[in-house]
Nanobody, 121 residues
Framework: VQLQASGGGLVQAGGSLRLSCAAS????????MGWFRQAPGKEREFVGT????????YYADSVKDRFSISRDNAKNTVYLQMNNLKPEDTAVYYC???????????????WGQGTKLTVSS
């Protein structure tokens, strides 16, 4: 599976943005998809994940009630809708595919190249 994340940019605090992650390959629908982010000088951290069917989602406490993940298996795409953005959300955002919807990035098998989000105050 090859992943391509897009949609990052510069947003003012309080604004919204949607990231997309397009996957190649016919097996996309069999993978759980995760979103992670990495701010400068920090380790990569879990943002959220969605099961292969889209029936369940899990989020980090820092983004819960502001971010939501969805997927369209017919389009081989997963989305990260981000609302009420804060400067501390500034990071490079990565999508990843794995067999299970887990929070540990080491358990994901495939990674996209990342898309940068900057939230200005």
């Amino acid at each position: 599976v090859q992943l391509q994340a897009s949609g990052g940019g510069l947003v003012q605090a309080g604004g919204s943005l949607r990231l997309s992650c397009a996957a190649s390959g016919r097996t996309f629908s069999s993978y759980a998809m995760g979103w992670f982010r990495q701010a400068p000088g920090k380790e990569r951290e879990f943002v959220g994940t969605i099961t292969w069917s889209g029936g369940n989602t899990y989020y980090a406490d820092s983004v819960k009630d502001r971010f939501s993940i969805s997927r369209d298996n017919a389009k081989n795409t997963v989305y990260l809708q981000m609302n009420n953005l804060k400067p501390e959300d500034t990071a490079v955002y990565y999508c990843a595919a794995g067999h299970y919807a887990l929070t540990d990035p080491k358990l994901y098998n495939y990674w996209g190249q990342g898309t940068k989000l900057t939230v200005s105050s």
